[in-house]
């Protein structure tokens, strides 16, 4: 039995989509219902899903908001169901976390053939890819790091830092960018805060903390 939950506030897509996962499921699946934004974000809160949909442009907050306080804690599959269809709002969602996208009007077959996918992966049906750069290792399925095949503690804003450099091995990733990655659009703080989580970041990974290089005026990267 896998608990899913959708935060959509049109109420025909809720049905169509309810209807539709439980004829399809065959009471393997029991959908939740978050009917805006705030009550998205509660459910969330409250009780531990298997994979979520979210729409973005809710009533409360939106769906970029329930996406970020998720990834705070938590590696759930995420899908956004939206009709905002620029690469801009794509690539944000991904930044956030998302693991897909499903621009309205959508397929409801497609859009079951996504959740199966992402349910399958989360169980360790197909495993996610570790993510190798010299002495350190990533593994996103278990938000694990090893260095020199040492586990360590990350808080999750450096996991988030390493994991987003990782990601870009060799490749300058500037401030205002992981500023945006890491803690959204919206926030309206110092740059420097950057400055001070990678500080921690090189602390925390010891030896392997010089990998981290500092390219100055342009921002970081991470190389072997």
Same mark, same amino acid.
């Given at each position: 039995?896998?608990? *899913? *939950?959708?935060?959509?506030?049109?109420?025909? @897509?809720?049905?169509?989509?309810?209807?539709?996962?439980?004829?399809?499921?065959?009471? &393997?699946?029991?959908?939740?219902?978050?009917?805006?934004?705030?009550?998205?974000? &509660?459910?969330?809160?409250?009780?531990?899903?298997? !994979?979520?949909? !979210? #729409?973005?442009? *809710?009533?409360?907050?939106?769906?970029?908001? @329930?996406?970020?306080?998720?990834?705070?804690?938590?590696?759930?599959?995420?899908?956004? @169901?939206?009709?905002?269809?620029?690469?801009?709002?794509?690539?944000?969602?991904? #930044?956030?976390?998302?693991?897909?996208?499903?621009? +309205?009007?959508?397929? /409801?077959?497609?859009? =079951?053939?996504?959740?199966?996918?992402? *349910?399958?992966?989360? +169980?360790?049906?197909?495993?996610?890819?570790?993510?190798?750069?010299?002495?350190?290792?990533? %593994?996103?399925?278990?938000?694990?790091?090893?260095?020199?095949?040492?586990?360590?503690? /990350?808080?999750?804003?450096? =996991?988030?830092?390493?994991?987003? /450099?990782?990601? %870009?091995?060799?490749?300058? $990733?500037?401030?205002?960018?992981? !500023?945006?990655?890491?803690?959204? =659009?919206?926030?309206?703080? %110092? #740059?420097?805060?950057?400055? %001070?989580?990678?500080?921690? !970041?090189? +602390?925390? /990974?010891?030896?392997?903390?010089? &990998?981290?290089?500092?390219? $100055?005026?342009?921002?970081?990267?991470?190389?072997?």
């Amino acid at each position: 039995m896998y608990r *899913l *939950l959708l935060v959509e506030d049109d109420s025909q @897509i809720r049905e169509v989509i309810e209807d539709f996962f439980r004829a399809k499921s065959e009471g &393997q699946i029991e959908l939740h219902i978050a009917k805006d934004g705030d009550e998205g974000l &509660q459910a969330v809160y409250e009780n531990e899903y298997d !994979l979520c949909m !979210l #729409d973005v442009m *809710l009533p409360g907050a939106s769906g970029f908001e @329930i996406c970020r306080a998720i990834r705070e804690n938590s590696i759930v599959p995420i899908i956004f @169901i939206t009709a905002r269809n620029r690469e801009e709002d794509k690539l944000y969602g991904y #930044d956030l976390g998302c693991d897909d996208y499903i621009v +309205k009007p959508f397929s /409801l077959a497609e859009l =079951y053939a996504k959740v199966q996918a992402l *349910l399958k992966r989360a +169980k360790g049906l197909v495993a996610a890819p570790e993510i190798k750069c010299g002495n350190v290792v990533l %593994n996103p399925s278990k938000l694990t790091v090893m260095v020199n095949e040492v586990q360590i503690d /990350l808080a999750p804003k450096e =996991y988030a830092l390493l994991k987003c /450099l990782m990601e %870009n091995k060799n490749i300058v $990733i500037s401030r205002d960018n992981l !500023l945006r990655r890491i803690w959204g =659009y919206d926030y309206d703080g %110092n #740059d420097r805060v950057v400055d %001070n989580h990678i500080k921690k !970041l090189r +602390k925390a /990974l010891k030896d392997a903390g010089d &990998q981290i290089k500092t390219v $100055i005026t342009k921002g970081y990267k991470i190389t072997d």
